[in-house]
């Protein structure tokens, strides 16, 4: 079954940028689409990237997806970091029967 | 206003068994999927399941398949999870969440529903 691999935990300083990688195993991640979800304590998961590149309306241009063919992998970017993007960040995957989570990055800002 | 909203939180016993219920309200409940994850305590989410309400057409990721059922009543816009023979390990947060197959995300998500299964 494909699969996708977060690192545990990142942390940065705030005004800085950060990437949180996905790397895919048993399949091309290529060849579907990714999605990352942001998720605050206490707060259900909200989509902060869909479809490799995209953002939902109402989410900063400080964050950013890609995809590297190369290393199989997808990246989550985000800029000038506030203490308030401080969470847990999923990547997430699927094909035509199965949907896929990474196991999650925990961010920290300080 | 697109709202999913989840039945409150459940304390079980081994053995018993839970349906959990994800009422949807703000669209057409027949054109979207419902997906269902689960959060065990300090863990990542999993993707258990997901159910197109307007045929029923179900999948189950493997590991959930025959340990749990998923269906939905399109009379009064709900999807539901059934747990069955809970154990200790499906202590969790369950979560439904609407997804939106033109734009390949879970765009929507219920509130959640904390389970917890202790003697």
């Known amino acids: 079954n494909f699969m996708l691999t977060q690192p545990h935990s990142v942390s940065e300083s705030p005004g800085k940028t950060v990437i949180i990688s996905c790397t895919g195993s048993n399949g091309s991640i290529a060849s579907k689409f990714v999605q990352w979800y942001q998720q605050r304590p206490g707060s259900a998961p909200t989509a902060v990237v869909y479809q490799d590149n995209q953002r939902p309306s109402g989410v900063p241009d400080r964050f950013s997806g890609s995809i590297d063919s190369s290393s199989n992998s997808a990246s989550l970017t985000i800029s000038a970091l506030k203490t308030e993007d401080e969470a847990d960040y999923y990547c997430?995957?699927?094909?035509?029967?199965?949907?896929?989570f990474g196991g999650g990055t925990k961010l920290t800002v300080l | 206003e697109v709202q999913l909203v989840q039945s409150g939180a459940e304390v079980k016993k081994p053995g018993e068994s839970l349906k959990i219920s994800c009422r949807v309200s703000?669209?057409?409940?027949?054109?979207?999927?419902i997906g269902w994850m689960r959060q065990m305590p300090g863990k990542g989410l999993e993707w258990m399941g997901i159910i197109y309400p307007g045929d029923s057409d179900i999948k189950y990721d493997p590991s959930f398949q025959g340990q749990v059922t998923i269906s939905a009543d399109k009379s009064i816009n709900t999807a539901y999870l059934q747990l069955n023979s809970l154990r200790a390990s499906d202590t969790a947060i369950y979560y439904c969440?609407?997804?939106?197959?033109?734009?390949?995300?879970?765009?929507?998500w219920g509130q959640g529903t904390r389970v917890t299964v202790s003697s």
């Open positions: 997430q995957s699927h094909d035509s029967n199965n949907w896929v």
């Open positions: 969440a609407r997804f939106w197959q033109h734009l390949d995300h879970f765009d929507y």
């Open positions: 703000g669209y057409f409940f027949t054109n979207y999927w």
